[in-house]
């Protein structure tokens, strides 16, 4: 079955950086969309970086520019490089894949807190 475990969250002043990781075990990047998406208490999920496999990226409006999401198909792990964090950036990060036509598979969420 497909498993998918965050880490890299933690806590952050505002300006500092953290490298999110998500590794993936019963599916193969290579052929998957992977995306990282986050949870602020109160609001709803939404998506934060997105890769195709073909290496396309989408973002958020709100991170452009802060954020790169980057993938490694041997390690099935893919990553999110955050730069110049904000508190607004603070919330539970999920991993989130799916192959083409298939299922989208969730991992437990790793908690990203930006102070001022």
């Known amino acids: 079955q497909v498993q998918l475990v965050e880490s890299g969250g933690g806590l952050v002043q505002a300006g500092g950086s953290l490298r999110l990781s998500c590794t993936a075990s019963?599916?193969?990047?290579?052929?998957?969309?992977v995306g990282w998406y986050r949870q602020a208490p109160g609001k709803r999920r939404e998506l934060v970086a997105r890769i195709e496999s073909d290496g396309s990226t989408n973002y958020a409006d709100s991170v452009k520019g802060r954020f790169t999401i980057s993938k490694d198909n041997t390690k099935s792990t893919v990553y999110l490089q955050m730069n110049n964090l904000k508190p607004e950036d603070t919330a539970v990060y999920y991993c989130n894949t799916r192959k083409p036509f298939g299922p989208d598979y969730w991992g437990q969420g790793t908690q990203v807190t930006v102070s001022s």
């Open positions: 019963g599916t193969t990047f290579s052929i998957s969309t």
